[in-house]
């Protein structure tokens, strides 16, 4: 992985409590499942394309976007958008090919410890390329250290991971990512495509879940 310098995140604090409900729209079923509005959406639109112009002043001139699914493809969406539209704004344009790739490593909130890769594994394709995963989460780095290595078996020309959120936990993974968007406390949030157990991937913005939705939604582990 290119050991460039990290492009310094948004930091929230620990105390950080988030905005009130009642100062934003969201869908009204999820009234009981979310406590506060942790980043408005506004917020999260100006930080990735703050993103958007490090990835511009960092790769040549083609990419190869590798989003992770489900919880980054609207962050790899609007990053993208952000890139073509700079790219038609000044002298230079990437031009970028998106591709997916799809992981599973949580039940519930908790982090498990195998990492499976949902679909295709041949990605023979980034052999040469210029490469950048887009991942909407990382906190301990398992599933980007898995990935990661299971990338550069293909004999890519770079590879850089763009994270909209980094957890503050015990063995961060700083240095795995080199365009962070923010980095938050030890929380569990979703939105914005961030689901808990396939729920509020439709909200806007990164909520923080209730004791209430945990409960709502959580999923029994299968011993199958």
């Known amino acids: 992985m290119d050991t460039a310098v990290i492009k310094g995140p948004i930091v929230i604090p620990d105390d950080w409590p988030g905005y009130s409900l009642e100062l934003f729209s969201y869908p009204e079923h999820y009234h009981e499942d979310i406590d506060s509005v942790y980043i ?13 112009r490090y990835v511009m002043d ?15 493809y609207k962050f ?15 002298n230079k344009y990437l031009e970028t090919r998106v591709e997916f790739i799809r992981l599973k490593s949580y039940l519930n909130d908790q982090s498990t410890e195998e990492l499976q ?12 390329k210029s490469v950048l995963i887009v991942e909407a989460i990382v906190d301990t780095g398992k599933t ?5 290595k299971h990338v550069e078996t293909f004999e890519p020309k770079m590879v ?38 396939e729920y509020f991937r439709d909200l806007n913005h990164i909520c923080v879940i209730s004791k209430i939705g945990k409960m709502k939604y959580k999923q029994e582990q299968s011993n199958g």
């Open 160 to 197: 850089k991971v763009a994270g909209l959120l980094v957890k503050r936990v015990p063995n961060m993974a700083e240095d795995l990512t080199d365009y962070v968007g923010f980095e938050i406390p030890n929380h569990f949030v979703v939105g914005y495509a961030l689901d808990y157990n």
């Open 144 to 148: 980007m250290k898995a990935l990661l």
């Open 58 to 72: 960092d790769f040549g001139d083609s990419i190869v976007v590798l989003c992770v699914l489900k919880g980054g």
């Open 40 to 52: 408005p959406h506004g917020v999260i639109m100006n930080r990735v394309e703050r993103l958007a």
């Open 76 to 90: 790899c969406v609007d990053l993208v958008e952000f890139i073509k539209v700079l790219g038609r704004n000044s």
């Open 117 to 128: 890769i949902i679909g295709s594994r041949d990605l023979s394709f980034l052999r040469g």
